[in-house]
């Protein structure tokens, strides 16, 4: 009899289900329902996006194990009752700069580094409670409990929420624990003082599970899935398409979405002092050590409005052009910038010349800006200790040959290419199988290596003189030492 699984991915833009065969993780069928495009959304809007993606998916009514997914560090504030306090910011959401460079201030910026791993931004969930208590003070006494959007979802799958409010089933995994800036590698335990700091109040936390644990079972009366299928813990999406990549050690990932995000495997938690590498957790029990922009896949959208092209056309274009892109340089800040921190950046073109402002030195511009970004995080994972020897590109925007060519023109590693598809849904997929069978299923990912081009050290080059130009450079080194140790120590001496 052939026993199938479900991954949930609620993303930011929308939510996603795949249903699989276990054992050979054949696709069955799929359903997805979109998401607002507001940054400070109603979480109830995410409940019924997963309800719709379901019922397009055909329901789950033959499924034995289930696992969900989603965006990390969106919080989701609960009060006594079970009941949603208020929207919730997302994690791309910009108006909390105000409370990272607070909290930095208060503690130091080497101080978060060194009990969490992260080098705070304004994604991340502590500071979202910063900004909740200092915009909202009815909202921060009330809110009783915390989450992130995959921990409500599972909450709400086994029939918890308004009116029936049980926190001790309230539960998360690793990979999203270590995206709050509340949690520590080296420990495994809550920061709960890091909580009272920034939120002036304890509230309760959801309970950390095992990657191969079950939160629980599906209740009755949810539309489109029965009761009792089994709910594996949850990851946060990086975290699940690792899973589904099975990344090993001296693998990295480059992923082109709404976002651009690399990560690596490590046995170890690491902290970077430079700030541009947070120390994430897998979904196996290893580390992820992660960089992350704002900016990615949207930057080939902004080239194709300027161009009056499509995708197709924008890559033939880059592609006539060398490397270098005739001394053309685009910083891709479009949406402000997390990596390097620069909330209230905007986009700004370099070297613009008579002889270089061509259609294809502007498509190549384009392309060339969204990948130096994505491997200026390359470069830092290496920093850390952390090896580099492969690196697969996955995203929507991994389609583009143009992409590929030039990717393999700055890096100094194969470039693989897994075969598209949803990583993230089938990571969760993986981790339901884990939580029915007690073992996660073996299915090998399909990947081709990308054709090597001559690497140019042009491209890299003018990415840096440009951020330097305008005073972009990552900070300095910052000391693992907060100001109130700094006082401590005057005083000793």
């Not at 329901?59 to 034995?64: A, E, F, P, R």
């Not at 409370?99 to 130091?108: D, I």
Request: with cysteine; hydrophobic share 40%; charged share 20%.
């Amino acid at each position: 009899m052939v026993t199938l699984v479900a991954g949930i991915d609620s993303s930011t833009q929308s939510c996603k289900v795949e249903v699989r065969e276990l054992h050979t993780g054949r696709l069955i069928r799929e359903g997805r329902a979109p998401h607002p495009p507001q940054k400070i959304v109603d979480p109830e809007e995410w409940w019924q996006a997963l309800l719709l993606a379901v019922q397009r998916a055909g329901g789950l009514h033959d499924v034995s194990a289930l696992s969900v997914s989603g965006q990390q560090h969106t919080p989701v504030f609960l009060d006594q009752n079970g009941a949603v306090v208020r929207d919730s910011p997302l994690w791309n959401d910009t108006g909390s700069h105000p409370q990272v460079v607070a909290l930095n201030s208060e503690l130091g910026s080497g101080e978060w580094v060194r009990r969490t791993g992260l080098p705070i931004t304004l994604s991340d969930t502590v500071v979202k409670l910063r900004w909740l208590r200092d915009t909202d003070p009815e909202s921060t006494r009330r809110t009783a409990a915390v989450a992130v959007v995959h921990d409500w979802l599972t909450w709400r799958l086994m029939g918890f929420g308004p009116g029936r409010a049980d926190f001790s089933r309230l539960v998360t995994d690793r990979s999203e624990a270590s995206g709050t800036g509340y949690w520590s590698g080296e420990t495994g335990d809550y920061c709960t003082d890091l909580v009272q700091h920034a939120l002036g109040k304890n509230v309760i936390l959801p309970r950390l599970l095992g990657p191969l644990d079950r939160a629980g079972v599906t209740s009755p009366g949810i539309p489109g899935i029965p009761a009792g299928v089994v709910i594996g813990a949850g990851s946060g999406d990086n975290a699940a398409a690792a899973l589904a990549l099975q990344l090993r050690v001296g693998d990295a990932v480059m992923s082109l979405g709404t976002s651009g995000v690399v990560y690596s495997r490590s046995a170890q938690p690491v902290h970077d002092y430079s700030r541009v590498i947070c120390s994430y957790a897998d979904a196996t029990g290893d580390h992820l050590p992660l960089g992350a922009t704002l900016n990615a896949a949207r930057d080939l959208d902004a080239g194709i409005a300027v161009l009056g092209c499509d995708y197709d056309e924008l890559s033939a274009l880059a592609l006539q052009a060398a490397p270098g892109a005739g001394g053309l340089t685009l910083l891709p800040y479009f949406e402000g910038e997390r990596t390097p921190d620069l909330p209230e950046a905007t986009a700004s073109l370099h070297g613009a010349t008579l002889a270089n402002f061509t259609r294809p030195n502007f498509a190549r511009a384009v392309i060339e800006g969204m990948l130096a970004s994505q491997v200026v995080m390359i470069e830092a994972i290496r920093a850390c200790d952390v090896p580099v020897n492969r690196l697969l590109l996955i995203g929507g925007a991994a389609r583009s040959p143009a992409v590929q060519q030039v990717l393999t023109e700055i890096i100094d590693v194969p470039l693989l290419l897994p075969e598209p598809g949803e990583y993230v849904t089938i990571g969760a997929a993986v981790q339901a199988g884990g939580a029915l069978s007690g073992h996660f299923p073996d299915w090998h990912p399909v990947v081709r290596e990308v054709p090597r081009a001559e690497t140019s050290s042009l491209i890299m080059s003018q990415h840096r003189a440009a951020r330097k130009a305008l005073a972009y450079d990552p900070a300095p080194p910052m000391a693992a030492v907060s100001p109130l140790d700094r006082l401590r120590n005057a005083a000793a001496s």
